[in-house]
Each structure stands twice: as structure tokens, then as C-alpha cells.
T-cell receptor
Framework: GENVEQHPSTLSVQEGDSAVIKCTYSDSASNYFPWYKQELGKRPQLIIDIRSNVGEKKDQRIAVTLNKTAKHFSLHITETQPEDSAVYFCAASTGTASKLTFGTGTRLQVTL | GAVVSQHPSWVICKSGTSVKIECRSLDFQATTMFWYRQFPKQSLMLMATSNEGSKATYEQGVEKDKFLINHASLTLSTLTVTSAHPEDSSFYIC??????????FGSGTRLTVV
């Protein structure tokens, strides 16, 4: 089955700096790659996603890149703010009616 | 749109008792529901996939007789933790894949077994 690895496990950045989180996946059939932000005790919130027919996607301060050949994808957050502090998960899916396999998570802390 | 209502949000039960968690799709029909478990400071791990009208598919290592899943209708899926023990204490969350929308999650259930 699919295996998703995520690095780093913790990341501390100063406010205004950029943060990058990287994930690799094992199943070449995976074609959907969402990123979630989860606050303590809450449900995961989708922040951005990308499909395998696209190499990059951007939404304001957040961007995701996908390298299908290398089977890795990355989350980029620019101009970080304290409210960006949370745990971020990457995930992968092979599509319709398919389960999401989550990465191990990255705890991001944005310091003043 | 694509809201999944999950109840209860938290529950405390005694060892040996059973607890039922419900997930209802409010504005769509959920043919498939995924059930995840999340231990503190860990990732979401898929426990099982339920399909309306058929038996659930359990992930390796998940006891199907302990974690009973029922998906009798297109709007309701339930997870019953039977004979709960302290090691079952966790955050349980359901998720559905909605056509033309993506994955939607319930709000989660914090189970504490004492």
C-alpha cells in the first residue's frame, strides 16, 4: 500500500520567514495530494491540494509543488504569521473512492 | 456544503463498556466513509473503510470484532468500540469523499477509557 513520509517533524521559523515541508510517496498510482492544517483537538482543514497533472499550485501565501518522477511534493508557506502555527499533514490518494494516506505530520511554530 | 456531523465530540467510558460514534452526512450521500484514529502527537491512521450496504474493509492490525462499523444508509455510518480499554483512548474521526468536492471530515470524537 501507499506510504507517505514527511519531513521535518518540527519546524520553528520567525514571523515573516518562509517554511517548507516535504513529503515523499511510494505508490506511483497516487494522483491527488492534499495538505491539511490541524489544530489541537480539531478536524484537519484543507489548505491546498494538487493533482498529478499539475506541477505547481499557489494560493496567496501558500504553494505546493509536485515532482511525479521523484514522487515527492512540498508545501511552501511564505511570510509566515503566528496563526500559521499548527500541525501540518500531507496526504496522498489514488483517486475516486480511495482512502487518504497521511504523512507523519510537521509541527510548525512561528515565533515573534 | 459537504458537511459531516460527528457525535459525540467527547466521551468518557469505563473499561469493558462499549461506545458508539456516529457520523452523518448532512447535505450529501456518503457511499463510502473512512474511519481514522489519531493518538496524541501522531498522524491519522486509517482503521477501516465502510461502504453503504456492505461489510467494512479493515486495515491490517485493526480488530474487526472490536471496532464494529455499520453503514446502513447513505447518510449514517457508525463506529462502535466494544469492550473498550484504556489503550483505545484516542481521537476518532470519520471522513467521506464527496464527488466534485473532495474529502470532508467529521469534527472528531475524543474517547477516554478509564
Amino acid at each position: 500500500g501507499e506510504n507517505v513520509e514527511q519531513h521535518p517533524s518540527t519546524l520553528s521559523v520567525q514571523e515573516g520567514d518562509s517554511a517548507v515541508i516535504k513529503c515523499t510517496y511510494s505508490d506511483s498510482a497516487s494522483n491527488y495530494f492534499p495538505w491539511y492544517k490541524q489544530e489541537l483537538g480539531k478536524r484537519p482543514q484543507l489548505i491546498i491540494d494538487i493533482r498529478s497533472n499539475v506541477g505547481e499550485k499557489k494560493d496567496q501565501r501558500i504553494a505546493v509543488t509536485l515532482n511525479k518522477t521523484a514522487k515527492h511534493f512540498s508545501l511552501h508557506i511564505t511570510e509566515t504569521q503566528p496563526e500559521d502555527s499548527a500541525v501540518y499533514f500531507c496526504a496522498a490518494s489514488t483517486g475516486t473512492a480511495s482512502k487518504l494516506t497521511f504523512g507523519t505530520g510537521t509541527r510548525l511554530q512561528v515565533t515573534l | 456544503g459537504a458537511v459531516v456531523s460527528q457525535h459525540p465530540s467527547w466521551v468518557i467510558c469505563k473499561s469493558g463498556t462499549s461506545v458508539k460514534i456516529e457520523c452523518r452526512s448532512l447535505d450529501f450521500q456518503a457511499t463510502t466513509m473512512f474511519w481514522y484514529r489519531q493518538f496524541p502527537k501522531q498522524s491519522l491512521m486509517l482503521m477501516a473503510t465502510s461502504n453503504e450496504g456492505s461489510k467494512a474493509t479493515y486495515e491490517q492490525g485493526v480488530e474487526k470484532d472490536k471496532f464494529l462499523i455499520n453503514h446502513a444508509s447513505l447518510t449514517l455510518s457508525t463506529l462502535t468500540v466494544t469492550s473498550a480499554h484504556p489503550e483505545d483512548s484516542s481521537f476518532y474521526i470519520c471522513s467521506a469523499l464527496v464527488e466534485n468536492y473532495g474529502y470532508t471530515f467529521g469534527s472528531g470524537t475524543r474517547l477516554t477509557v478509564v
